[in-house]
């Protein structure tokens, strides 16, 4: 569980701040070469993102753990549109 950074009150006014949110999907494509893994997943309310199908950047080890058509419940961490796989797991 990640708690609320409330100490972390430094001003940058112009800079995009990298956030984690849990999310559920269906892993679309898993490309081992670019390191990502496309998933289409639920709407992300703490993010005000819709449902969408969109790739994350994930580590070689997390690309081996998922195929192609699993459901999968996942934490992320996203800086504007840019999403990074923190843990992948399926989902039962
Ligand atoms: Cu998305």
Same mark, same amino acid.
């Given at each position: =569980?990640?708690?609320?950074? =409330? @100490?972390? $009150?430094?001003?940058?006014?112009?800079?995009?701040?990298? %956030?984690?949110?849990?999310?559920?999907?269906t892993?679309?494509? !898993?490309?081992?070469?670019?390191?990502?893994? $496309? +998933?289409?997943? @639920?709407? !992300?309310?703490?993010?005000?993102?819709?449902?969408m $199908?969109?790739?994350?950047?994930?580590? %070689?080890?997390?690309?081996?753990? !998922?195929?192609?058509?699993?459901?999968?419940?996942f934490?992320?961490? #996203?800086? @504007?549109?840019? #999403?990074? +796989?923190?843990? +992948? $797991?399926?989902?039962?």
């Amino acid at each position: =569980m990640s708690g609320m950074n =409330m @100490g972390d $009150t430094t001003k940058e006014p112009a800079q995009v701040q990298a %956030q984690t949110a849990t999310a559920s999907g269906t892993v679309k494509a !898993v490309d081992p070469a670019k390191g990502t893994v $496309t +998933i289409s997943h @639920g709407a !992300v309310p703490s993010l005000k993102w819709p449902a969408m $199908t969109m790739a994350f950047a994930a580590s %070689q080890e997390q690309l081996e753990s !998922v195929e192609v058509g699993e459901k999968v419940t996942f934490e992320f961490k #996203a800086e @504007g549109m840019n #999403a990074s +796989i923190l843990n +992948i $797991t399926k989902a039962e």
